[in-house]
Nanobody, 115 residues
Framework: QVQLVESGGGLVQPGGSLRLSCAAS????????MAWYRQAPAKARELVAT???????NYGDSVKGRFTISRDNTKNWVYLQMNNLKPEDTALYYC?????????WGQGTQVTVSS
């Protein structure tokens, strides 16, 4: 079955960086668009970034210029490099893939930006 496992979250000071990773299994990873979402307490889940099989990327307005999504199709990993982190980036970050009209999510990794 489809499985997504995120890692790399943690506590970081404002202006710092983190790199999130998502390991995918159970799918032909190289043919699917992958996405990162986030959800802060009492807020709706928000699209952070997407990357197509060919590497075309798209970002939410709040992270443009600070975050970079990438993928390794040989290892079935998708990454989110987050730079210049702000307190408002604090959230649970999820990896997602849509397969045959069904969305699959990881369990999430917590990112907390605080001094």
């Amino acid at each position: 079955q489809v499985q997504l496992v995120e890692s790399g979250g943690g506590l970081v000071q404002p202006g710092g960086s983190l790199r999130l990773s998502c390991a995918a299994s159970g799918i032909r990873f190289a043919i699917y668009t992958m996405a990162w979402y986030r959800q802060a307490p009492a807020k709706a889940r928000e699209l952070v970034a997407t990357i197509t099989p060919g590497g075309r990327t798209n970002y939410g307005d709040s992270v443009k210029g600070r975050f970079t999504i990438s993928r390794d199709n040989t290892k079935n990993w998708v990454y989110l490099q987050m730079n210049n982190l702000k307190p408002e980036d604090t959230a649970l970050y999820y990896c997602k893939v849509r397969v045959a009209s069904a969305d699959y999510w990881g369990q999430g990794t917590q990112v907390t930006v605080s001094s």
